[in-house]
């Protein structure tokens, strides 16, 4: 399995941006994607979550702002990121949960600037 991610870049506070995690293969046999950022001297966060089902969670920080979606006939999985804050800005990776092995993509960087 291999996952590519991509759309990262620079943003002004309040913009928004669109990750894209283009995976090699199907991903309709992925039981969980996520999108997690890591950010200078902070814990890593997974900010957002998507099932097998469709159904999402998202972090308290970027709940009402980001959004993540997955298109299983393209085998993308998005991360749609509005309202962007200071705080945002990371290297955000998609991960896919298959067959008990969690697979990472490289990361994209995002910055936010004010």
């Known amino acids: 399995v291999q996952l590519q991610a991509s759309g990262g870049g620079l943003v002004q506070a309040g913009g928004s941006l669109r990750l894209s995690c283009a995976a090699s293969?199907?991903?309709?046999?992925?039981?969980?994607m996520n999108w997690v950022r890591q950010a200078p001297g902070k814990q890593r966060e997974t900010v957002a979550t998507?099932?097998?089902?469709?159904?999402?969670n998202y972090a308290d920080s970027v709940k009402g702002r980001f959004t993540i979606s997955r298109d299983n006939a393209k085998n993308t999985a998005s991360l749609q990121m509005n309202s962007l804050k200071l705080e945002d800005t990371a290297v955000y990776y998609c991960?896919?949960?298959?067959?008990?092995?969690?697979?990472w993509g490289q990361g994209t960087q995002v910055t936010v600037s004010s």
């Open positions: 991960t896919a949960l298959y067959l008990s092995t969690r697979y």
């Open positions: 998507i099932f097998s089902n469709g159904s999402t």
């Open positions: 293969g199907s991903i309709s046999s992925f039981n969980v």
